[in-house]
């Protein structure tokens, strides 16, 4: 009997990674989407066997089929798709290029759209999976000079919800992910008066699966992370 498969769309070196690495020490083999193929290589081969390199424009619709449909030949339908793709160019509103504004919501909302699609056809046939987006503060608040950010991904926590409400009822797990506050990093120094002021990518990863193995009697739609020092 082969391992069941994870597909993180969209996974860099801090969450995404995180991510791969709970859902293979959870028994599943994992694909990893992402757009730079050298640094996606190698986070694969660091992570171990259980987790596959895909490169793939997360934002063209016909690289996500086929990315998809690579993931069902060579390792098996996904039970669980996340989708933690975004892009951020600062800039206040009378400053932002609209070229700047299509990319940000091309890649933070449009792209999972096309990502959730594929995996909502797959999961609908089977009646069971769960597909989990990554949201942020900006998917509550807009705040000056990010209305890169909180555009798509606003945007993106409808989709979640038109998705959920859809698709729960045949089976499908749909749950939107709010992570509010700064992600913490190896290079990036926690504060001595402070500590783990900033969000634990490992501990965050667990939400995720936490959420995938959720009874579906008890689903949820939103869950909002935050480390105990972040106001809201």
């Not at 986070?43 to 996500?64: E, F, K, Q, T, Y």
């Not at 089977?126 to 990010?146: E, N, P, V």
């Amino acid at each position: 009997m082969t391992a069941p498969v994870a597909l993180v769309a969209g996974a860099g070196p801090g969450l995404g990674r995180a991510l791969a690495q709970r859902f293979v020490k959870g028994g599943m083999r994992v694909a990893l989407l992402a757009r730079d193929a050298a640094r996606l290589s190698a986070m694969a081969a660091s992570i171990g066997p259980d987790a596959r390199a895909l490169p793939c424009d997360l934002a063209d619709p016909d690289a996500v089929g086929a990315a998809f449909a690579r993931v069902d030949r060579e390792l098996g339908v996904p039970q669980c798709v996340i989708f933690n793709a975004g892009t951020y160019r600062p800039g206040a509103v009378l400053d932002v290029r609209p070229e700047d504004f299509l990319q940000c919501w091309k890649v933070g909302c449009y792209a999972g759209f096309l990502v959730g699609q594929q995996a909502a056809a797959r999961m609908v046939e089977r009646g069971s999976g769960s597909i989990l987006f990554t949201g942020a503060t900006a998917s509550l608040r807009g705040s000056a000079g990010f209305v890169n950010l909180a555009s798509p991904k606003f945007a993106l926590r409808a989709l979640a919800q038109s998705m959920a409400r859809e698709l729960g009822p045949r089976g499908v797990h749909v749950a939107h992910v709010i992570i509010d506050g700064q992600i913490s990093a190896p290079d990036r120094q926690q504060s001595p008066a402070a500590p783990d002021a900033q969000l634990d990518p490992s501990a965050i990863a667990e939400s995720y699966w936490q959420l995938h193995v959720q009874p579906r009697s008890a689903w949820t739609l939103e869950l909002d992370l935050r480390p105990w020092v972040e106001r809201f």
